[in-house]
């Protein structure tokens, strides 16, 4: 029996409620693995071999802020990047590097093989996936997209390369407030997938008229309201930062509400020594490796109505290890294909997002980048 299935998981995961809008697939359960953790001396070891191999395959490392520690150094150390998928992905498009090796999630993998279709996307664990991937299949959200033709079709980045084929934009959750509020600004109504938090509180945010996808994320769903304000009573100067896949009232109790590169601006900017923090717990590295005189600690998950299916952590992050960064770049093997021809359909929505945060950033119109599209 080989490690990996000595280490599997079983993930239990809600799905859309098929009397919700946007009903979806049957499948209740996935699954993951968890690689060993190597000893002291195995791990130096494997850095020192991804190091040498990334020479030798003229490769870089993108890791996301959730992997393993251990993953976001290496990156940084060999002239890579820690972030989120979509600098991930725009890292390796622009880097001289043919091999890219991306430490995360399946559709981050995607992503960055669409943005550089002619370079080798390599992953440690071609299983890793994500509850918002798993819960927005192409078929019934493109059935779900076929009921509204007269809107336009948003979608968030964790989602297939075949759901972005079939959608107008793309954004991330640091770009999506301006996006939305630019579509609105346009007289055009929205489709919405697949995370239904974050999609609420852009609503909430823009009042733009938006109809959802009723998905979640497993981790940022298990934050718990009345556990986080019994954490604030213990710690009553530290500041709450929440990442928007959170529940309502969650994000009701937070001092600032962000992205993963929102909360690291937060955590640095604001006038507070301890923080608690509602997003997955591999931000806690950064974090605390950024802003070494703060304490921060994490939101709770636990409670009366507590599953703890994931305790703070992404079982599919989970799932990237060293020894399989080492294998892949060795062999090859873990290479992302995404069907050449969605690639063009898929790189749009993506493109337009860019196009329009570059705008921003510059201090340069938007309005022409609007189009009225409807549905895709």
């Known amino acids: 029996m080989s490690t990996a299935t000595l280490n599997r998981i079983d993930v239990e995961y809600e799905q859309p409620d098929e009397a919700a809008s946007g009903a ?12 060993p953790e190597p000893t002291q001396a195995e ?10 191999l990334l020479k030798e395959k003229n490769a870089v490392m993108v890791s996301h802020y959730y992997v393993h520690p251990d993953l976001q150094d290496l990156a940084e150390e060999t002239g890579g990047l820690v972030s989120d998928s979509l600098e991930m992905a725009r890292f390796g498009r622009d880097h001289a590097a043919q091999t890219l090796v991306v430490s995360g999630v399946r559709f981050m993998g995607e992503t960055a093989k669409i943005l ?4 080798t996307v390599l992953m440690p664990d071609l299983d890793a996936t994500c509850s918002l991937d798993l819960g927005c299949p ?48 346009a007289g055009q109504k929205i489709l919405w997938a697949p995370d239904r938090h974050l999609g609420a ?44 896949e959170s529940p309502a009232d969650v994000v009701a109790l937070a001092d600032a509400v962000g992205s993963t590169s929102a909360i690291l601006k937060a955590a640095r900017e604001m006038d507070a020594t301890e923080f608690i923090v509602a ?12 802003n070494p005189g703060k304490a921060f600690y994490e939101a709770p998950t636990a409670g009366n109505s507590a ?22 770049l060795e062999t090859g093997a873990n290479a992302v294909h995404v069907d050449p021809a969605l690639i063009p ?14 705008a921003l950033k510059n201090g340069q119109p938007t309005g022409a980048l609007m189009p009225h599209l409807g549905a895709a």
């Open 43 to 52: 791990r130096v070891a494997l850095k020192d071999k991804i190091r040498r």
């Open 307 to 328: 599953t703890c299916k994931s305790c703070a952590h992404c079982p599919w992050m989970a799932m990237n290890g060293l020894a399989d960064v080492a294998r892949v």
């Open 279 to 290: 997003t997955d717990n591999g931000m806690m590295h950064k974090l605390r490796t950024l």
């Open 201 to 244: 509180y852009i609503q909430r945010e823009t009042g733009a008229d938006m109809v959802f996808w009723n998905g979640a994320c497993i981790v940022h769903d298990e934050f718990k309201a009345l556990e986080l304000e019994l954490l604030k009573k213990q710690h009553p100067h530290a500041k709450v930062l929440v990442h928007p």
């Open 345 to 358: 359909r898929a790189r749009q929505p993506i493109d337009r997002m860019l196009a329009f945060t570059a």
């Open 24 to 35: 979806v697939c049957s499948t209740k359960h996935a699954w993951a693995r968890v690689p």
């Open 116 to 119: 550089s279709p002619e370079k």
């Open 138 to 185: 192409i078929d019934e959200f493109s059935a779900f997209c076929d009921q509204h033709p007269d809107r336009t079709v948003v979608v968030y980045a964790n989602t297939s390369a075949a759901v972005k084929a079939r959608a107008d934009w793309l954004v991330t959750s640091s770009c999506a407030l301006d996006i939305v509020s630019a579509l609105k600004a």
